[in-house]
């Protein structure tokens, strides 16, 4: 069965500072990585998605990730963080089938 | 370009009651899947339609059940409401399964007294 583990339920960070939200899997083969965010009362917009090629993928808004094989992990990082990126973040793992698992999700607070 | 629309956008159902919620997928998407978002939980995935067929399913009881039409558009069914089925409902389109990421709509909230 495959998982996907936020272990963070709240990321704190100061505007201008990079920012990391952790995310772990456990899939059987290749995954498909995904992470949304989602603003209050409103759905998930895609930010970014890894599916195969180079392990560092950029995505919108300035967010990237880097997928670790070795370490099942596909962390999002934003080099400066700004207030306006306070909101709640969801790592996916979704299957060529289509089945998909979402993380319990972090809420990412940036402080002006 | 409409995105994902999803009817209605608010609910309220008494228990034991039986409820429809409608998704009209992106233009050009012709994959829908339905999302539990309980408060403060990250989304748990019902099923996905493609070509008019169940291609995958959650752990979500038979209560659960779903349709897609000729148009893509889909909905979502649920029997016998419980109280714990008030949730955000979520619905996704995608192109041909794949996973190029989905669109998600802005859900429905559906709550059961």
């Known amino acids: 069965a495959q998982s996907v583990a936020q272990p963070e339920d709240q990321v704190n960070v100061a505007e201008g500072n990079p920012l990391t939200v952790k995310c772990t899997y456990s899939?059987?083969?290749?995954?498909?990585l995904f992470w949304y965010v989602q603003y209050p009362n409103r759905g998930l917009q895609f930010l970014l998605k890894?599916?195969?090629?180079?392990?560092l993928v950029k995505g919108s808004y300035g967010f990237e990730a880097e997928f670790n094989k070795s370490q099942t992990s596909f962390h999002l990082k934003k080099p400066s963080a700004l207030v306006s990126d306070s909101a709640l973040y969801f790592c996916?793992?979704?299957?060529?089938?289509?089945?998909?698992?979402f993380g319990d999700g972090t809420t990412l607070t940036v402080k002006p | 370009d409409a995105g994902v629309t999803q009817s209605p956008t608010h609910l309220i159902k008494t228990r034991g009651q039986q409820v429809t919620l409608r998704c009209s997928p992106k233009?050009?998407?012709?994959?829908v899947s339905w999302y539990q978002q309980a408060l403060g939980q990250g989304p748990q995935f019902i099923f996905q339609?493609?070509?008019?067929?169940?291609?995958q399913r959650g752990n979500f009881p038979d209560r659960f059940s779903g349709h897609q039409f000729p148009n893509y558009s889909s909905e979502l069914n649920v029997n016998a409401l419980l109280l714990g089925d008030s949730a955000l409902y979520l619905c996704?389109?995608?192109?041909?399964?794949?996973?190029?990421?989905?669109?998600f709509g802005s859900g429905t909230r559906l709550t059961v007294v």
């Open positions: 233009s050009g998407h012709d994959t």
């Open positions: 339609y493609y070509e008019e067929e169940e291609r």
């Open positions: 890894y599916i195969t090629g180079d392990n």
């Open positions: 899939v059987s083969g290749n995954p498909y």
């Open positions: 996704a389109s995608s192109r041909d399964r794949r996973t190029n990421g989905y669109t």
């Open positions: 996916a793992v979704i299957t060529n089938a289509g089945k998909s698992t």
